[in-house]
């Protein structure tokens, strides 16, 4: 309780939280947290991890902040809400790679439903989302925004809703209807549901949808093609999105950053 944990330079494969004899939800596949103050994760695979709610992680009733850099997470599944992540607190995510993640009712990558305004300033930075699926709704990011809401800045964001579910959601909201984030700049999505992301008519010509690879740092990346329109669309260095000098791979920035990890 009120401790902080902090992860680098680590795999969690195949982990599960088991259902309880009585039904109990369950959270957090490789990671769960009750009151905690600060989980730290950098440079780390997550894959194949289970649960109810939270795939791989999830920081249930904790007061303070989740950060995640450079980290991967594939093939996570939530049986409910939130196939890599499902929070009620403070978020931060840059530089990271989600694939082929999924949770049977919404929120394909992350669930995100604030206890309180605790959890302002939350945000999804210079990420790439890619084939996951949020079989009812949301098949990147589901949230619910009565209290406060994400920002979304300089991610690419293609290649993840079937069945005609959009990329993001928030509740309470009509079908079809864009969610609305606290902002957003330099994205890149293949619908129009991500707020004011650029949208992309026909991304897989523009885009590899290829599974994330070993392209030069510590965690699997997925490779842009090179005529791609997520090269430099990120904004310039120095801006919101682009505070980072490198990207996932540790490669250095330039000028611009590429929309995306």
Known sequence: LNSSLTIS????????????????????????????????????????????????????????????????????????????????????VDLSTFFSNNADIGGGVLYFQPLNTNASGSYLRRSTFVANTGRNIGG??????????????????????????????????PANTPASFSSEQNNISD?????????????????TIGTPALNGGSTPTI???????AIDAGGALGEVGCSFTTDQRGVSVINNCDAGS
């Open 223 to 229: 490779a842009l093609q090179p005529e791609s329109a």
């Open 9 to 92: 330079g680590s795999t969690f494969n195949n982990n599960q939280a088991i259902a309880t004899a009585n039904g109990e939800l369950t959270s957090g596949g490789a990671i769960a947290t009750v009151n905690g103050s600060q989980i730290t994760v950098s440079d780390t695979l997550f894959t194949g991890n289970s649960a109810t709610r939270g795939g791989a992680i999830a920081p249930v009733n904790q007061s303070g902040t989740t950060s995640i850099l450079r980290s991967t997470f594939s093939n996570n599944e939530a049986v409910t809400l939130g196939g890599a992540i499902w929070t009620r607190s403070k978020i931060e």
């Open 191 to 207: 619908d129009g549901s991500c707020g004011m992301a650029t949208v992309i008519a026909n991304g897989s010509e523009l885009f």
């Open 140 to 173: 990147v990011i589901y949230f619910e925004g009565r209290l406060t809401r994400p920002e979304l800045s300089a991610n690419l964001i293609i290649g993840n809703n079937i069945n005609g579910n959009s990329n993001c959601s928030e509740t309470n909201l």
